[in-house]
């Protein structure tokens, strides 16, 4: 991938000269095929050992994590099914470290912390931990999980600090930190790095992480020495270079030509409007460009996306649009030209605070490639993004304890689900977000001092379409003890877009201190809420957008809609063209088939040529 900025890509270490004999090496399709499903299961394992032992709800309960193999060079070799932003932003903090500690400063029994975002990761509360793994003496293969913590340190709880000036700010940055050496726990690094966090259950969940990796290592070396390391090394080569020939088969069945979209944030945390993200997409025979020259460049804006993050978000986005057995590792990423411009909002300058951007103008990238690609890949077209702004992550201190707690509030999220060609849109959960798991009410009022008090689909908020997009949910959250709550609220003015003629999704609405004389909703400037106990919140997610033109939904799926309560029966009117008669409160209701035929003949003459 072409990166438009000043910073030089990480060169890989010089391979040994065992290491260079064995290159020409090749496994055969089966024994890669073996040796891939051996990594996957290893990243899945990975995974699951930190929902199993992390202290933390973002990561026992929310599956806010992701493991990953790659080579000893920091090229992706497999991952887990997990949260696509963490798979595609590992790859180049590795990478870092592989050229910051050289050829000869790793050593068996190593394990590295690192979560900068100016050294190839997403935002501060990404951390990702890694191990080399070595075998006859030398590094083979890496095994990486990153994590999502609940806090880093710096001038606000919970790693979303909107007014941080800029990154040291926002909290501690671990370029690249050796936790442990050559098995060794770094007592000094471990407790650093405990003293600079809020979060009474950080180290439990630090050392879960590094439990991970260890068992990563473990099930690799096994892997090594049943197939040995030449056999290994061969079948990354393999795997990469199969990933690499079938995404270049597909682009060479999209028409060639430039196609280009422009999307919005609605605005950043201090109230800049319209972050504008700008993407043109070339493809010319099997080759694929994605362009972000003509982003937002504004010198002033509180909104940006690492470059590591705006690459996993045009990679996640682009494998939702293709073969899905395409395998996604550095096959896949090396065949995309990605051009994103040095000091744009999605490539910012050093030091630029970037808690934020990470949601946004971040997933706008998938929204933008989406859009770009409408009328290539049509059937295929869905923005696998979000329009949330940020978590409403929830703090103060507990009364039975009296120590501080910090509620991500991954208990609450249910929304922007659209649809594509042939699917309504369904779940609670977009693709962006992956296998993330929304909490349970029962065990997180146990361990916070908060109240669920409803949590539904909201009717008439799916985008209309030929297919429609699924509802957005209404969430009303109460606090029992004083608390502050984060507010960041986008998809006010820009929500979920409709693709092929489909409408946009319903708008996000957050009304804070509810319940109380002092209830108002956020506007366009993000902000610390203070709630007194008994107070509440009320987030009123927006729906996903429609696929399609909304008078080509068969009348009878929008009666269907109507009786479920996805549609209201003044909707079926305004929205499908579809007249109701009867009553829904009897289960009366039937379509109106020659109203209905009359109206939709009306609405059609009424459009511009």
């Known amino acids: 991938m072409a990166i438009a900025s000043r910073r030089k890509p990480p060169q890989a270490v010089r391979p040994r000269t065992r290491a260079a004999r064995a290159r020409t090496r090749t496994a055969d399709p089966i024994t890669n095929e073996i040796i891939l499903g051996a990594f996957e299961t290893i990243c899945y394992e990975m995974a699951t050992h930190v929902s199993l032992t992390a202290t933390t ?88 999980i990153q994590c999502h913590h609940a806090d880093t340190g710096g001038g606000a709880p919970g790693g979303y600090n909107v007014n941080a000036p800029d990154i040291w700010a926002e909290g501690v940055r671990f370029p690249a930190v050796k936790i442990f050496e050559k098995g060794c726990k770094r007592r000094d690094v ?55 020939r079938r995404f270049k088969e597909e682009v060479a069945r999209w028409p060639d030509g430039v196609y280009e979209s422009d999307t919005y944030v609605d605005h950043d945390p201090h109230g800049k409007r319209d972050i504008h993200v700008h993407c043109t997409v070339t493809v010319k025979g099997s080759d694929l460009t994605v362009d972000f020259t003509g982003s937002d460049d504004r010198p002033d804006i509180q909104a940006y996306s690492t470059f590591g993050n705006t690459r996993g978000y045009v990679v996640a986005q682009l494998a939702a649009m293709m073969d899905p057995t395409i395998p996604k590792n550095e096959g896949f990423f090396d065949s995309i030209d990605l051009v994103v411009p040095k000091g744009c909002c999605l490539n910012p300058p050093e030091g630029r605070s970037v808690a934020a951007g990470t949601h946004h103008p971040g997933t706008e990238v998938g929204e933008a490639v989406a859009k770009a690609l409408q009328d290539v890949v049509p059937e295929r077209s869905c923005p696998q993004v979000y329009k949330m702004g940020m978590p409403t992550v929830i703090f103060g201190r507990h009364p039975k304890t009296g120590q501080m707690f910090i509620d991500h509030s991954v208990d609450t999220f249910a929304a922007y689900c659209g649809a594509v060609k042939g699917q309504d849109g369904w779940g609670a959960m977009n693709v962006s977000f992956g296998n993330l798991i929304r909490a349970t009410a029962e065990i997180n009022e146990a361990i916070f001092p908060v109240r669920q008090l409803a949590r539904d689909y909201e009717t008439d908020s799916g985008g209309p379409g030929e297919f429609r997009g699924n509802c957005g949910s209404l969430y009303k959250k109460q606090v029992l003890t004083p608390a502050t709550i984060y507010t960041y609220v986008v998809g006010r003015r820009y929500p979920m877009p409709g693709i092929a003629g489909g409408q946009p999704g319903s708008a996000n609405r957050l009304v804070v201190r509810a319940g109380g004389p002092h209830a108002s909703e956020v506007g366009d400037t993000a902000g610390y809420i203070e709630h007194a106990a008994g107070e509440s919140y009320e987030y009123h997610y927006g729906g996903g957008g429609g696929w399609g033109d909304p008078l080509a939904r068969p009348p009878e799926k929008v009666l269907a809609d109507v009786l479920d309560e996805y549609v209201s029966v003044e909707g079926a009117r305004s929205d499908y063209a579809v007249v109701l008669t009867g009553s829904l409160e009897d289960l009366t209701l039937a379509v109106d088939v020659a109203a209905t035929t009359a109206l939709r003949r009306e609405r059609r003459a009424a459009r511009p040529a």
């Open 57 to 144: 709800p973002i990561l026992n309960q929310s599956n806010e994590r992701n493991a990953t193999i790659l080579d000893a060079t920091g090229r992706l070799a497999a991952l887990s099914v997990g949260i696509p932003q963490f798979m595609l932003s590992s790859t180049l903090p590795i990478r870092f470290a592989v050229e910051f500690f050289g050829e000869g400063g790793l050593f068996d029994g190593d394990v590295i912390v690192a979560n900068d975002p100016y050294h190839g990761g997403g935002h501060l509360p990404d951390y990702n931990i890694f191990a080399p793994v070595f075998h006859d003496g030398r590094c083979v293969l890496i095994a990486s």
């Open 190 to 244: 471990e407790y650093m790095m405990a003293v600079n966090n809020r979060t009474p259950t950080f180290l439990g969940d630090l050392r879960a992480q590094v439990g991970a990796a260890q068992l990563g290592v473990r099930r690799l070396q096994e892997v090594l020495e049943r197939f040995d390391t030449e056999t290994v090394e061969a079948a990354v080569r393999g795997i990469i270079g199969y990933a690499k």
